[in-house]
């Protein structure tokens, strides 16, 4: 596969978004069954999720590839739906850091916090499912040529630089790795 393949990279970032999502619901599971997990490690989930989940690989479909593939023939319909599923994404994120921020306060909010948790890793199952049917069927058919694939990787550069640069995102990178490693995150629930 062409590493300046416009399309393949935002499935590359699915599969790194489903590994958050992972964490996510083995993270809600274990709240659920009262295991103690370092709040530290969640509010890390939470910095993922807003940075490379949304601001990071969302920035790069909102601001580059979408607005290249809308005008093709019958994309409007998918890529609308799209954009209402990322401001869900956004709402749960926002009421997750909330319940974790009051947690961080003294409330309990164990509950809440699985419970978003747990939203959070639905929404990402269902959303990229859906994306990568959508991302498929535009490589199966060739809609995006070899030039627009370069300029929209230019583009792609530019979504890094605002979501923190080329550092900030290899960061992420690593505390997508850390929170794997966790002690936490070995077993399964019983
Ligand atoms: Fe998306
Ligand atoms: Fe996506």
Partial sequence: ???????????????????????????????????????????????????????????KEEKAYFPQ?????????????????HELGRRIARMLLREIKAWRRG????????????SYAVFITDHTGKEDKFFDLIEDKGRISTKEDEVLMKYYAVCREQAGGKARVEQMMKLIDYLEAREWMKNDVE
């Fill in 69 to 85: 593939t809308r005008d093709k023939n019958g994309f409007n319909e998918d890529i609308r739906k799209f954009l209402i599923e």
């Fill in 1 to 59: 596969m062409n590493t300046l393949n416009a399309t393949h990279d935002l499935k590359q970032d699915h599969l790194i978004i489903r590994r958050v999502r992972n964490i996510a619901e083995r993270c809600s599971d274990k709240l659920y069954d009262n295991e103690s997990i370092p709040l530290e490690d969640i509010e890390i989930i939470s910095v993922v999720i807003e940075e490379f989940v949304d601001r990071f690989h969302h920035g």
């Fill in 107 to 118: 409330t309990d909010s164990r509950e809440p916090v699985a419970r978003f948790l747990k």
